[in-house]
């Protein structure tokens, strides 16, 4: 048996944060783009485990925050979800040139090249995000469980989780403001939106856009309710 594939097994144990946390060690001694061989010179484990566990080497870094080191089979959903993400920060609809800055992960060759222009990537994305008519999770055959703050075990339908693509629904919905102050990044750069439900879902809320609301961070820290 090779000693590569005692790592690999081994390595199948390993809870995922901790890779994650290893490949972010490397990126601060390889700097912002790490690729194959300069994780297995540097990390813990090894490249391959990595790739495995996540799909793709660059899903791994893309986990990990870290800019791929080659912009190949990127799924299309990861590229959505990062024009989500710019959308959210800039409280607007993301321009050519603004996927080629900090706000976004990828840059914009990357769109072009699977897309063929910057207005049918987001053409793509506005109709991949609204395939999810009701912008809701899919409800479990089986409730989830928790525990409420009084003791009482409280039922769920849905996840607690907001996925992205609801995020996006509760966004456009709230036309990326905060409902409560009505600041937005479109006019204070320095204004971060979250997504957070209105009831708290410890205290029987469900995930549903109904009972989510689009926050600033002040606001949101401010609001008192815990979940």
Same mark, same amino acid.
């Given at each position: 048996m090779s000693k590569k594939f005692e790592l690999e097994r081994f390595n199948r144990d390993v809870p995922n944060d901790e890779l994650i946390a290893d490949l972010q060690r490397v990126a601060t001694i390889c700097g912002k783009k790490i690729t194959f061989r300069q994780y297995n010179l540097h990390g813990k484990y090894t490249a391959g485990t990595l790739a495995t566990?996540?799909?793709?080497?660059? #899903?791994?870094?893309?986990?990990?925050?870290?800019? /791929?080191?080659?912009?190949? +089979? %990127? /799924? +299309?959903?990861? #590229?959505?979800?990062? %024009?989500?993400?710019?959308? *959210? &920060?800039?409280g607007r609809q993301p321009k050519f040139r603004d996927i080629n800055s900090e706000v976004s992960q990828f840059g914009a060759s990357v769109y072009i090249d699977r897309f063929g222009t910057w207005r049918k990537a987001l053409e793509s994305f506005v109709e991949f995000a609204n395939s999810d008519s009701e912008g809701s999770e899919v409800i479990e055959s089986l409730p989830n469980l928790s525990q409420s703050t009084k003791g009482d075990i409280v039922l769920h339908k849905t996840k607690r989780n907001i996925n992205w693509r609801m995020q996006w629904f509760v966004l456009k919905r =709230? +036309?990326? *403001?905060?409902?409560?102050?009505? *600041?937005? /990044?479109? &006019? =204070? /750069?320095?204004?971060? #939106?979250?997504? =957070?439900? %209105? &009831?708290p879902w410890s205290k029987g809320g469900e995930t549903v856009l109904e009972n989510l609301q689009t926050l600033c961070a002040t606001c949101n820290l401010g609001k008192g309710n815990t979940e």
């Open positions: 566990r996540f799909g793709t080497w660059n #899903l791994a870094l893309a986990t990990a925050g870290i800019l /791929p080191s080659e912009f190949k +089979n %990127i /799924p +299309n959903e990861m #590229l959505f979800q990062n %024009i989500q993400e710019a959308w *959210r &920060k800039l =709230d +036309n990326f *403001r905060c409902v409560a102050c009505g *600041r937005s /990044p479109a &006019k =204070d /750069p320095n204004v971060e #939106l979250h997504v =957070d439900h %209105i &009831k």
